[in-house]
């Protein structure tokens, strides 16, 4: 189910941006996967349920790890998130640096 959202959530992106005139070529290596995206969407939950405050890196950490407890199929996902892409505009880590 979450997967099948984040595929149309991305769709809806896409499309948007063509739409915008953009290039799909320019930009479909900037978004992230479907995995990926879940990965953000729980841990978006996460942090609102922690009443909607940033986590530091040591609680993000921790917060992705447990997704990937919780979720093993998206272990790839995650430790993709913890830094082996640093290249993708959209993460957070590479926006702040």
């Given at each position: 189910m979450l997967r099948a959202e984040a595929s149309d959530e991305l769709s809806v992106i896409v499309e948007e941006r063509v739409l915008q005139g953009e290039d799909p070529w320019a930009f479909m290596e900037d978004l992230p996967t479907v995995d990926e995206?879940?990965?953000?969407?729980?841990?978006?939950?996460?942090?609102?349920?922690?009443?909607g405050q940033q986590p530091n890196e040591a609680r993000n950490y921790r917060?992705?790890?447990?997704?990937?407890?919780?979720?093993?199929?998206?272990s790839a996902a995650v430790w993709r998130l913890l830094g082996s892409e640093p290249h993708r505009t959209w993460d957070v880590s590479v926006r702040a640096s």
């Amino acid at each position: 189910m979450l997967r099948a959202e984040a595929s149309d959530e991305l769709s809806v992106i896409v499309e948007e941006r063509v739409l915008q005139g953009e290039d799909p070529w320019a930009f479909m290596e900037d978004l992230p996967t479907v995995d990926e995206l879940v990965v953000l969407t729980l841990r978006a939950e996460n942090i609102a349920a922690d009443g909607g405050q940033q986590p530091n890196e040591a609680r993000n950490y921790r917060v992705l790890r447990q997704i990937s407890l919780d979720y093993p199929p998206l272990s790839a996902a995650v430790w993709r998130l913890l830094g082996s892409e640093p290249h993708r505009t959209w993460d957070v880590s590479v926006r702040a640096s």
